[in-house]
């Protein structure tokens, strides 16, 4: 008795503290056990979100059931819950993409986000139409919500271990950046479905025309990338002239996102294609990269919400709907719908469009990326935009689309592992590839300064311009300047260094030696061993920790000191060079990379990056 006034006895309050528990225990778990789920079991963490969904949800222990706790408000709690996720992503999309990337590859986004939407939403139609039996335009309506590639469900797939070991880059961030444009882009194929519906079809075009095509999705590429260019200018300002403290630079594209969402939304134009663009804007010379390339704030963030965002999908799940017999819904109606669009809606079509796609360079990058076009919060939003903007009946709409986004989750996401495809071919994005792994090394030399300097108070602070980064066939050195005392120390090898090396596997970026002890490391194949040496004329924290030998085991003979010493000193000038011969001619690099060239200094860069990527 004297505890009621601490334990609420109201049920509502218990259920979410008992989803909260839920919640906080399943993230727990799985952050645990993240890897292995991953990268060895291969299942994404939708798929896995999803089930502890239907566990909590009214199916099973209902610890939550959304339509108790949001009663007729149920499907705008969805609505809105789904558009802050993925312009969340949509953001990230944009962010990730490499400078000028939507520039550079426009020809294949207008492919992929013209023709084949279009094919993809009358295929998707035509196959509801045919198993169903509904109505056409009602297919239309329903095909519009799962025509869009899901940037929540895509990052997944692009992203981790295993994607960057076997999908090459170039498919990686085309697949990105695509989900992140048709995202936005299924308004128009949406509404002109429900115009068509509710007008004569010569008005139903020209409202179309102007309210759709010019008004949401013109407008807001333009504004969007209009404050996108603002607030960029604004961010350098204030940060050049130390304004703003680094929280709030980390921070500053999904306060952003924010931003753009509030004023579209106010003004009814499409937000969420708006921050697809402003990412891309805000990241189109790199600066904004460079600054947060260190930090893995937004990775986190966009982590919590896709975990939080599933199981509360898995939760909602209309199960009785699935086979209630009304609108056609039948469960082996549903099951046929979902294998037809799994097969016919995207590969086909992409199969057919590869040889006018740049970004796709083979049949077996477009098989992969013609598969994995996967249907997750896109499709929701889209059908909740539907019902609570249009009006439009719930049934069947939201069973098919829910039932055809859970076949999507479980299917997509453990298919991955089913795909290799060799990463030895240099592509275009390489060298962009190459030059942010360079920058975040010496990001990490710049955190490391602490340890570096140990015992050393009157050490300057390190900045990127004090690095220098040595690359060897399977490993990265970072040299630093050191002052003790007023007195800059260097190691004589020219570089106006100190004799400080920090190593790191290419693969991982984990230090492979520790302070004052000597450590061999075995990364991809190959055998580094280093060696921590103390100078009596130098400081007692001036240790320079040399390579005895970083060589390929099998394919190339042992590099010794002066050679390494000698490919040091050449280290950046070898980098600008392959940089250029990159971009200038992909097919020469192919050709440079063989098994003839491994050994010489020059390749080193190509064998590191062949790998790392």
């Known amino acids: 008795m004297a505890w009621d006034d601490l334990v609420p006895s109201e049920p509502a309050l218990y259920n979410t503290h008992i989803l909260y528990l839920a919640l906080g225990a399943f993230i727990t778990i799985f952050g645990l056990i993240s890897l292995i789920i991953k990268d060895k079991l291969f299942m994404s963490e939708a798929m896995v979100a999803v089930v502890i969904g239907v566990l909590v949800g009214p199916v099973v222990s209902n610890i939550f059931d959304a339509s108790t706790a949001f009663g007729e408000k149920g499907n705008i709690v969805t609505l809105e819950f789904t558009r802050f996720i993925i312009a969340i992503q949509c953001m990230a999309c944009g962010v990730d993409l490499p400078g000028s990337y939507i520039q550079r590859e426009w020809v294949s986004l207008a492919i992929l986000c013209l023709p084949i939407m279009a094919i993809k939403w009358v295929v998707s139609a035509l196959g509801i139409y045919l198993i169903m039996g509904l109505p056409f335009l009602d297919c239309l309506v329903i095909s519009a919500c799962i025509t869009p590639t899901d940037p929540v469900l895509a990052n997944s797939i692009v992203k981790g271990k295993f994607a960057e070991k076997y999908v090459p880059l170039n498919v990686r961030l085309i697949l990105s950046a695509e989900s992140g444009a048709n995202d936005g882009l299924g308004t128009p194929f949406l509404l002109l479905a429900i115009y068509l519906q509710r007008l004569p079809v010569g008005q139903a075009i020209g409202s179309w025309a102007w309210k759709v095509v010019l008004y949401q999705v013109v407008l807001s590429a333009v504004v969007g990338a209009l404050i996108a260019y603002i607030a960029k200018r604004l961010l350098k300002t204030a940060e050049r002239r130390d304004w703003m403290d680094k929280e709030s630079i980390l921070s500053f594209s ?17 937000d969420i294609f708006a921050t697809f663009i402003a990412g891309n804007i805000l990241t189109w010379d790199q600066w904004f990269n460079a600054k947060v390339v260190h930090s893995s704030f937004q990775e986190v963030i966009d982590a919590l919400l896709n975990l939080t965002f599933f199981v509360y999908i898995g939760s909602l799940m209309p199960w009785s709907s699935f086979n209630s017999g009304v609108d056609g819904l039948d469960i082996w109606r549903l099951v046929l719908v979902a294998l037809w669009i799994l097969i016919l809606r995207r590969v086909p079509v992409v199969m057919a469009f590869s040889r006018w796609i740049p970004a796709l360079k083979d049949n077996k990058e477009a098989f992969f990326a013609g598969w994995f076009g996967p249907i997750g919060a896109g499709a929701i939003f889209y059908a909740h935009i539907a019902v609570v903007y249009f009006g439009y009946p719930a049934s069947p709409i939201l069973p098919v689309v829910f039932f055809v986004v859970l076949a999507s989750v479980l299917v997509h996401g453990g298919s991955v592992a089913l795909f290799n495809m060799s990463l030895s071919r240099t592509t275009t994005y390489t060298v962009w590839d190459m030059q942010r792994r360079r920058l975040g090394l010496s990001t990490i030399a710049g955190t490391m300064s602490g340890i570096l300097t140990s015992g050393s108070p009157k050490a300057n602070p390190l900045s990127v311009d004090d690095v220098v980064i040595v690359r060897g066939p399977d490993m990265v050195a970072v040299e630093v300047e050191v002052d003790v005392d007023g007195v800059k120390l260097d ?123």
């Open 254 to 270: 999904i306060a952003l996102t924010l931003l753009i969402m509030g004023v579209f939304s106010l003004i009814g134009s499409d």
């Open 491 to 613: 190691d004589g090898d020219g570089d106006g260094l100190a004799a400080r090396r920090v190593m790191f596997a290419t693969s991982d970026r984990e230090p492979v030696n520790s302070m004052g002890e000597t450590k061999e490391a075995i990364v991809q194949g190959s055998e580094v061993e280093v060696v921590a040496t103390a100078e009596e004329d130098k400081a007692e924290t001036t240790e320079e920790f040399v390579v005895a030998d970083a060589h390929k085991a099998d394919d190339c003979p042992p590099q010794g000191d002066a050679e390494f010493e000698a490919t040091a000193q050449k280290t950046e000038e070898h980098v600008a060079q392959e940089d250029a011969s990159a971009m200038a001619d992909v097919q020469k690099s192919e050709e440079e990379g063989d098994a003839g060239n491994a050994c010489a200094p020059g390749s080193a860069v190509r064998e590191e990056n062949a790998e790392a990527e």
